[in-house]
């Protein structure tokens, strides 16, 4: 990394980590094919819904694709969180973390490396879905342009916030939460807005929505698709939400290391 | 280990110390897993740590290598102290354990290519060429490592251990699941490495007849401190035991060494 000494910040240890994370995705074909499964699922299901209401609801009539978008940009949050936090419980099923922190690795340079692979993981997963969804139904949610890349970095961040956060419980309680890894980030889903806006929740919600940055992207994506405008406060307070979340996850995330090395846990994580 | 930690007086000098530990205790709750633990490991030497099981052994060796932060107390490795340098010593040391897995699913050449380059290894293919010879697992090394016996990978475990050409060695019984010819082979290579580099090997081991050969110090445990030390010879005089084994189990049975019977603790 440039500007920043080697023996505080290693690219080419990031790279390793980033290294043997690919060879795990090469190794097995069925990882390959789990990445892109469920986001192609999802996305045929909410096609076929869409098909459905495109004759028979207005609103959906309006912006045919807003049910696929919405599946999908949904789907970069849910990969860019398993990303992070399934990447990081391989480590504890092969009681690894012994060998890997008596090295010089550094529990940030973890953490950059597991950012990398999740983004890699979500571009094959959803990429493959958004692929597929141009011949079925004819729709491209890439013809929303420049705010989808905001979109999608938005999501991202926010997944690896999560991310962060399920993995520092993880390397806490063990395997014993293994399960908040996969279900957890569906606590948001209702609060999100993502199939439906905002101003539909009760109100007494809504406030719980703004706090949400998925709030502001799944407005913004609405926003592009009914009325061809990219709302920038919208994409500001994702923006600033995210820094924050990132903040927290991060720090939680290596506070978690260092109660891991006065518990003794990096020994016994994974039993 | 330096006269002041009781050593019997025929210790090599071998210049500055690898590894100095002083009044380090932890513990984890109410768990006293060690306490109040000072030695000084010479650079160069063979030293081994022998205890019964819960000892205090494997938390001393994590607490060398960062794994554990001690409750108390403090330690230098290579000169540095360990709790505020840690990353600018652990690329300078490694270590094996037949109780850490590497990664199940990537074969044997991955896991040490990504260890490779986790430690900053130049010319890697060289040396890991190099190291699968030493270790006898070229023909292992397209093989997932999940596919692997217990011996094999211990050794492969150990190839890991050297890739960096540690100046450090901790080693966690190195010669676990090893059969009496393969073992006695990696002991070699062991003390072959430790001739040719110069470096400080730590390992902690139940095979006495091991640690006779291999140590040229040994540190004794039990219930979390040091009980005794010295050299595999001297400890056997002084206990007026035949084999370091006998001497051991005085210890863990509470015998001193005037063969009288210890209060138990």
Not at chain 1, 9 to 36: C, T
Not at chain 1, 62 to 86: C, H, K, M, P, T
Not at chain 2, 6 to 32: C, P, Y
Request: glycine fraction near 8%.
């Amino acid at each position: 990394m440039m500007g920043l000494p080697k023996h505080v910040f290693s690219g080419q240890r990031i790279g390793a980590m980033v290294l043997r994370y690919l060879y795990l995705l090469r190794g097995s074909w069925p990882r390959i094919v789990e990445q892109a499964y469920w986001p192609t699922v999802q996305m045929v299901i909410w096609g076929l819904v869409t098909r459905f209401f495109v004759t028979n609801s207005s609103w959906v009539a309006e912006a045919a694709g807003v049910l696929i978008a919405a599946v999908l940009l949904w789907d970069v949050l849910f990969r860019a969180q398993l990303g992070v936090s399934v990447i990081f419980m391989e480590e504890l099923f092969a009681r690894h973390l012994g060998h890997l922190f008596a090295s010089p690795l550094r529990p940030y340079e973890l953490a950059l490396s597991l950012v990398l692979i999740s983004v890699v993981r979500t571009c094959i997963g959803v990429g493959t879905a958004a692929l597929l969804a141009i011949p079925l139904y004819h729709y491209s949610i890439f013809e929303m342009g420049l705010p989808l890349l905001a979109f999608f970095t938005n999501l991202l961040i926010f997944g690896w916030a999560i991310g962060f956060g399920i993995c520092a419980l993880l390397l806490r309680y063990g395997l014993g939460v293994e399960s908040l890894a996969w279900a957890s980030i569906f606590a948001i889903a209702p609060v999100s807005g993502i199939y439906y806006p905002i101003a539909a929740l009760p109100e007494w919600l809504q406030p719980v929505a703004w706090i949400l940055p998925t709030s502001y992207v799944f407005e913004g994506m609405r926003a592009v698709l009914f009325d061809r405008h990219f709302d920038t406060g919208m994409f500001l307070w994702a923006v600033a939400l995210n820094v924050i979340y990132l903040i927290a996850g991060a720090a939680v995330f290596l506070r978690a290391f260092e109660h891991a090395r006065e518990r003794g846990l990096l020994l016994q994580a994974g039993e | 280990m330096s006269n002041e930690d009781g050593d019997d007086g025929t210790s090599r000098r071998l210049g500055m110390a690898a590894i100095e530990v002083h009044q380090v205790s932890k513990r984890f709750g109410e768990v006293r897993a060690v306490h109040g633990v000072s030695f000084t490991i010479e650079r160069g030497s063979i030293c081994a740590l022998l205890g019964a099981n819960g000892a205090g052994k494997t938390t001393t060796l994590a607490m060398l290598l960062g794994l554990v932060t001690p409750s108390t107390g403090s330690i230098r490795v290579l000169g540095h102290d360990l709790l505020r340098h840690r990353y600018e010593v652990l690329g300078r040391m490694n270590f094996s354990s037949p109780y850490m897995d590497l990664p199940q699913r990537l074969t044997v050449a991955e896991n040490l290519t990504v260890y490779g380059r986790l430690y900053g290894v130049p010319t890697l293919k060289k040396r890991l060429a190099e190291l699968a010879s030493r270790l006898e697992i070229e023909a292992l090394m397209r093989r997932e490592y999940r596919t692997l016996s217990a011996g094999q990978k211990t050794r492969v475990v150990l190839a890991k251990a050297l890739i960096n050409r540690p100046e450090v060695l901790l080693l966690d019984e190195p010669t676990a699941s090893l059969d009496p010819d393969t073992a006695d082979r990696i002991r070699r290579m062991l003390l072959d490495y430790q001739r040719e580099t110069g470096a400080t090997l730590v390992l902690a081991s139940h095979n006495m007849t091991e640690v006779e050969r291999v140590c040229d110090r040994v540190l004794m445990m039990r219930g979390g401190e040091i009980v005794d030390r010295g050299t595999p010879a001297g400890l056997i005089a002084r206990y007026g035991r035949d084999t370091l084994e006998e001497v051991f189990l005085d210890i863990a049975r509470h015998r001193s060494h005037d063969g009288l019977a210890a209060t138990a603790t």
